[in-house]
């Protein structure tokens, strides 16, 4: 009888080897399974620490209502699309985007909110688009050319001081809008502006990108202007983002 209980016993010990050794032989690989699945990193290269050719971009987009995107949602307005845009057309990138920018604020309220809000100098790249509300509350003209040339210069001491790194955004015309009603002497006053910013830009070589011209279609394409009647939408935003982005490329 013991005899037959250790044969048993063997024959259980040599099963169970076996048993052990084929697992072993599988071609499947848990771990090589679960490393896959613990990858939750949404960047395009989870080594992108240890890739020397990843960057991390910070972008300052400076403004009013036209840049925080008055009536659309927050990835609509533009320096979220020209965000997107940047990470689909640069690999192994990371961005980091700083909105400083209200509706209804004027070159003074801008200078202030910057004073105020004390960004960081190591921006790679740097928007402004201001001056409307100069011209809706009837604000002097002077001011104007007095207080851009200064926010012109705190962009670029923002972008790293290097003025190449700055990009200046024309003012969109509100005439075309059906609040607007196609008032000729707000697009003449809008013009007027657009011509200071645009002369010195030329004069200090600094980028200027014109899309003034995409929001006078506004009357005749509905699509242009947000619900509210007066702002851009996100397809307006959309096509300003195609003017501006091979500029910020070469920034980059």
């Known amino acids: 009888m013991k005899?037959?209980?250790?044969?048993?016993?063997?024959?259980?010990?040599?099963?169970?080897?076996?048993?052990?050794?084929s697992c072993?032989?599988?071609?499947?690989d848990p771990?090589?399974?679960?490393?896959?699945?613990?990858?939750?990193?949404d960047s395009p290269d989870d080594n992108s620490n240890n890739n020397p050719n990843s960057v991390n971009l910070k972008i300052l987009s400076l403004g009013d209502s036209y840049t925080i995107g008055q009536s659309v949602c927050e990835t609509c307005r533009f320096p979220e699309q020209l965000k997107d845009s940047l990470a689909t057309n640069i690999e192994n990138s990371s961005f980091e985007l700083q909105l400083i920018a209200q509706t209804g604020w004027t070159t003074?309220?801008?200078i202030n909110a910057i004073e105020t809000e004390n960004p960081s100098t190591d921006f790679d790249l740097v928007t402004?688009?201001?001056?409307?509300?100069?011209?809706?509350q009837g604000k002097p003209f002077s001011l104007y050319e007095q207080e851009f040339p200064e926010l012109?210069?705190?962009a670029i001491d923002k972008a790293n001081g290097d003025i190449d790194n700055v990009i200046v955004v024309s003012i969109p015309d509100y005439a075309f809008t059906p609040f607007g009603g196609g008032n000729a002497s707000i697009s003449q006053e809008i013009d007027q502006y657009n011509e200071y910013a645009k002369n010195y830009c030329e004069v200090n070589n600094i980028s200027y990108v014109y899309i003034t011209d995409i929001t006078r279609y506004g009357?005749?394409?509905?699509?242009?202007?947000?619900?509210?009647?007066?702002?851009?939408s996100e397809l307006a935003y959309s096509k300003f983002v195609e003017r501006i982005i091979p500029v910020a490329l070469e920034k980059i």
């Open 3 to 21: 005899t037959f209980v250790n044969i048993l016993t063997l024959n259980f010990l040599v099963f169970c080897l076996g048993f052990v050794l």
């Open 219 to 232: 009357l005749v394409n509905p699509e242009l202007v947000a619900s509210d009647n007066l702002h851009p």
């Open 128 to 136: 402004l688009l201001i001056g409307v509300n100069n011209q809706y």
């Open 108 to 110: 003074t309220n801008l």
């Open 24 to 28: 072993n032989t599988d071609d499947s």
């Open 152 to 154: 012109v210069n705190t």
């Open 31 to 41: 771990i090589v399974l679960d490393n896959n699945i613990s990858n939750t990193d």
